[in-house]
């Protein structure tokens, strides 16, 4: 039986990995006006790296996986 401490110290890097990407789109596309809000420019954030985001923690899912 697996314990309970293993199987979140092996799924707490999914979370992380997905953290960088996201801050980094974040920083890195600015404002499309000045009206924009937080929610509607952390929208277009989330909508530019939701692929790569997806593909990352299925990777890692996958090769936690594998034995």
Known sequence: S???STIAFLGSPVGVDNIFILVESY???PKQ???ESLTEHLGRAVG???P???MSTAAQ???INIR
């Open 61 to 63: 899912v996958m090769s």
């Open 27 to 29: 920083q890195n596309s």
């Open 48 to 50: 530019e790296v939701a």
């Open 33 to 35: 006006s000045r009206d």
């Open 52 to 54: 790569s985001m997806f």
């Open 2 to 4: 697996t314990d309970i």
